[in-house]
């Protein structure tokens, strides 16, 4: 909040006079608003979380809530266990600036495992491996291998 208390004032012409009044001008609410463009994602996959804001202080991301889990990092959001994740971004207050802060909820969806079409069938070999696995389908869009962890090791998309 910003004061200003005005008195009277005397020049080589005369004095102007009356009572002291103050103005005061209050700080401004900023307004976060979520950049992301996405807002879904499966299990092992990571989705970047960004905002923009009116203040011109730092934003920062903190998960806040859900039935899903995530681990955030750098702005990178590792969907790690189905449900829901909320994302909260913050700014401190300033001299100008009130603090504010936003929420974003992103759905984690859990990966297919199977397929929805009985007739499809994916061949993999050779089992066990150490080296190269080869999978074979003509129908599938894309194939994610995911480790233990949940995180992505290896994407193949058409």
Do not use: H, W
Not at 36 to 60: C, F, Q
Not at 81 to 91: H, L
């Amino acid at each position: 909040m910003l004061e200003i208390t005005i008195a009277a004032v005397t020049s080589s012409c005369g004095s102007i006079t009356s009572d002291n009044a103050t103005l005061t001008v209050d700080k401004i609410t900023p307004v976060i608003s979520f950049t992301s463009t996405r807002t879904t994602g499966d299990i092992g996959e990571e989705l970047v979380i960004s905002a923009t804001s009116t203040s011109p202080a730092a934003i920062t991301f903190s998960i806040t809530g859900g039935t899903g889990q995530g681990n955030l990092t750098s702005g990178q959001l590792l969907l790690m266990k189905p449900g829901t994740i909320e994302v909260t971004a913050t700014q401190v207050a300033s001299t100008d600036y009130n603090a504010t802060t936003a929420k974003q909820s992103i759905t984690v969806s859990n990966i297919i495992t199977g397929f929805e079409d009985p007739q499809t069938t994916l061949t993999i070999y050779p089992n066990p491996t150490t080296g190269t696995l080869i999978l074979e389908n003509s129908d599938v869009e894309r194939i994610s291998l995911i480790d233990m962890r949940g995180v992505i090791c290896s994407r193949v998309e058409r």
